[in-house]
């Protein structure tokens, strides 16, 4: 393909006036393949790039012989530290500018940290010429034993004291003289990001500036360390991610492979493919870390809270201090006068952890929520009781009015669709069809959040609508929203409206993570589309032999596409006024600003919702299955609820493989993933997806923005791990405080 129709951005086909829900406009581009993804691009000249890995956990590189591979058919380079070039580090930054999670260039050091590190890299004309090469790369160590162990003592911590989190009261009194206590511990494991699209990179350079196709959910970040690892101005490096195939937070920040991809194509000067394996997925490009979490509650007889604790830790790697956040929901989840929250990290021989779907909270809430189930049975209450007990008037934690909160409603609705009104509490007292039933439920919240964002829309003289930001649609349906926030906001069909992402050169925009892009974009695009009505406005006044002629911009409105008087009933299409004064386009540049860490905010702003799940056990056949989940979101005003459902289905049964199948292995000797591949870690499948009932409470939060909508891609996920344990133990007896669950444990109850 050529290089400028390469850049050019997808072109979407026209679409049916339908009401909501409506699908997405750029579903036919991928149903037919048109869409381009980063793999997907080939540039003329361009070579490819396979990296030699690490084949140990920890020590040195004693000796890296590389003559064999440079001789090899087609090999046009091996890259390693002595010969890549200068790759800087990321200066320290507060918030999500310039951040990754691995600090460390390629090739920084002759020390081996994580198996799998990537020590140099094989370029040529064809993968097959560079895969050879790179096995043909020699590479001696000296090997140390490698600390992987999966279990944490407080005492391993980095820091001596652990980072507090939240604090009010005095907890430990309140709970040493608490009249029902728990103290129970949770553990989570390693989990991987298993996206269908696996991390790319496709870079070129033309003497002067890089062009960098990325898998990547956040293109503007990705641009600001990628100018500063290649020490080049930032307007000299242009990302671009049309379509992602999912990345579930993998794909949030840059790794190590773009900044190979990068120096390669500079050294060499011709554009350079690197797509990262299924087993290098695994190894250096992130993942879950494992965790562990301590839960101490006291209440009152009749379930009253006095105290909370939670203290969490979870690993990291050798190098970057990635802390999991477990506590992020526990301050303002339930009401109780004494909480406490801590967080530590330890070290260990794995790569940097990343943010998976629903960072912190999701595993917190396996912890808490798993705690809350415990603590109802300890007491003898309802699970749902309990809860609805616990319900805080205010965000406890900031002492601040929620922005809207309907977690009350949450439970409600989902336990009259649920049926849970017919639940017997006794253990394995509930039968159907010959096999065990149980039921489960738990609460989940997410943070909603807006980060800064910049948007342009064009009212175009033919009548159609340009809007622009560089954020991205990592496969959840922005631009299907952003052309409806157009077409609502005009009063014109959604097919005259062309959306155009990620791409750094247009409006600086949000990443696709923390479910906040929605939320961010929304307020631009209306401020961007109010600045281009007064620029039309202007131009209208202006026009002899109009209705509008010699009136005030003031004094006119734009409805349904059309210019009119607000006092009369003239009405004349945007375009012709446009035509008429021989305008290409009126342009409006909105903007908004962020809220997170905004110290004047009069609001805590979360999203909130319950979750209820039925499994049924068969110990005769040892077989476990979730059979039903009925999940409720207050997630604020759906925009469109056909990808919100698909957002929160697919969620579920993420949850699902969280539950049951998914822990990444390493062996202890070598730091090998020994799972390393789709037959090994095993995720859930269309076999194991249940009966999925998904309502959404629909309450505008016009505090995050003027639509009222929050972010749903996260808190799909949170709360689905407990809901399932705290059914299997209804149905079996056995609690699971370790994550997945083993159906060998499930077989001594």
């Known amino acids: 393909m050529p290089l400028a129709a390469s850049l050019a951005p997808p072109v979407f086909p026209p679409q049916l006036d339908d009401a909501a829900p409506r699908p997405r406009i750029d579903g036919p581009l991928k149903v037919t393949g048109a869409a381009m993804y980063t793999s997907d691009f080939n540039l003329p000249g361009m070579l490819y790039a396979v990296p030699v890995c690490a084949t140990i956990a920890s020590g040195t590189i004693t000796s890296l012989d590389t003559a064999r591979a440079e001789r090899m058919p087609g090999v046009k380079a091996v890259y390693h530290r002595k010969n890549v070039g200068k790759l800087f580090r990321v200066a320290p930054v507060a918030g999500f500018s310039s951040y990754l999670d691995e600090r460390r260039p390629p090739f920084e050091d002759d020390t081996v940290r994580y198996y799998g590190q990537y020590v140099a890299a094989v370029v040529a004309l064809t993968y097959e010429q560079a895969v050879a090469g790179a096995r043909a790369v020699k590479v001696t160590y000296k090997s140390e034993k490698p600390d992987l162990r999966d279990h944490f003592d407080p005492a391993q911590m980095t820091d001596r004291e652990p980072k507090v989190d939240s604090h009010r009261g005095d907890p430990d009194a309140a709970f040493q003289t608490a009249a029902i206590t728990l103290d129970q511990t949770y553990s989570t494991p390693t ?18 500036s890089f062009t960098l196709y990325e898998t990547s959910q956040a293109v503007v970040n990705s641009r600001e360390v990628l100018s500063q690892v290649l020490g080049v101005p930032i307007e000299n490096v242009r990302v671009i991610s049309r379509f992602l195939g999912s990345g579930f937070g993998g794909k949030l920040w840059p790794w190590t492979h773009a900044m190979i991809a990068a120096a390669a194509a500079r050294n060499l000067n011709r554009p350079v493919k690197l797509v990262v394996s299924r087993e290098m997925m695994f190894q250096s490009v992130g993942h879950r870390p494992e965790t562990q979490q301590r839960i101490r509650l006291g209440a009152t007889p009749q379930g009253k809270l006095v105290a909370l604790m939670h203290d969490s830790i979870n690993h990291t790697s050798i190098l970057d201090d990635y802390a999991e956040g477990c506590s992020e929901a526990t301050g303002y989840s339930y009401s109780t006068s004494n909480l406490r929250a801590t967080s530590g990290i330890v070290r260990r021989n794995v790569g940097t952890p990343t943010s998976m779907r629903g960072p912190g909270a999701v595993p917190g809430l396996f912890a808490l929520e798993s705690a809350m189930d415990e603590l ?11 809860r609805l007990a616990n319900e805080p008037e205010k965000d406890e934690g900031l002492n601040l009015p929620f922005s809207s909160r309907h977690f009350v409603e ?10 849970w009104a017919d639940r017997t509490p006794a253990v394995g007292s509930m039968k159907r069809d010959g096999v065990t039933l149980g039921w489960g439920v ?7 959040v807006r980060m800064d964002t910049t948007a342009s829309v064009e009212l175009r003289d033919d009548g159609t609508v340009r809007v622009s930001t560089a ?18 906001t005009l009063g014109i069909p959604i097919g005259r409206v062309d959306v155009v992402l990620g791409d750094t050169s247009l409006p600086a925009g949000p990443m696709s993570g923390g479910s906040w892009a929605t939320a961010s974009v929304i307020p ?30 003031e004094a006119l409105a734009l409805a349904n596409g059309r210019v009119t008087l607000k006092s009369g009933s003239a009405a004349v299409p945007f375009e012709e006024v446009l035509q008429k004064n021989n305008l290409r386009a009126a342009v409006g540049q909105g903007k908004s600003a962020g809220t997170m860490g905004d110290p004047s905010l009069k609001f805590s702003t979360h999203s909130f919702g319950a979750q209820f799940a039925e499994v ?21 005003h759906i925009l469109n609820p056909k990808p919100a459902r698909n957002q929160i289905e697919g969620a579920v049964v993420m949850g699902i493989g969280m539950a049951l199948f998914e822990e990444t292995k390493y062996d202890p000797r070598f730091g090998v993933p020994i799972n390393n591949n789709l037959a090994d870690y095993i995720v859930a499948t269309n076999a194991d997806s249940p009966q999925i009932d998904v309502t959404f409470l629909d309450y505008p939060d016009l505090v995050l923005n003027p639509l009222g909508a929050r972010g749903i891609g996260e808190i799909g996920l949170a709360g689905i791990a407990p809901a399932i344990t705290n059914a299997v133990y209804h149905a079996t007896g056995v609690r ?10 499930l077989l001594t109850a």
């Open 410 to 419: 949450c439970l409600k609705t989902g336990a009259e669709r649920f049926g």
């Open 442 to 448: 738990a609460g989940c919240s997410w943070i909603a």
């Open 736 to 745: 699971v405080r370790e994550l997945p669950v083993r159906i060998e444990d």
């Open 524 to 553: 631009a695009v209306i401020d961007a589309v109010e600045q281009a009505k007064q620029i039309l406005f202007m131009a209208a006044a202006q026009t002899d032999g109009t209705p509008f002629s010699k009136q005030r911009p």
């Open 616 to 636: 049924t056990w068969e110990p005769e056949i040892a077989r476990l299955r979730v059979s039903r989940v009925v999940t409720v979101i207050d997630g604020g």
């Open 191 to 208: 989990e991987t990001h298993n996206p269908i699209e696996l991390h790319a990179s496709v870079a070129s350079w033309d003497g002067q």
């Open 376 to 386: 109802a049975i300890k007491l003898n209450l309802d699970p749902v009781a309990l």
């Open 471 to 488: 954020t991205q649609d990592i496969g959840t349906g922005t631009y299907t929203v952003l052309a409806q926030t157009v077409s609502r």
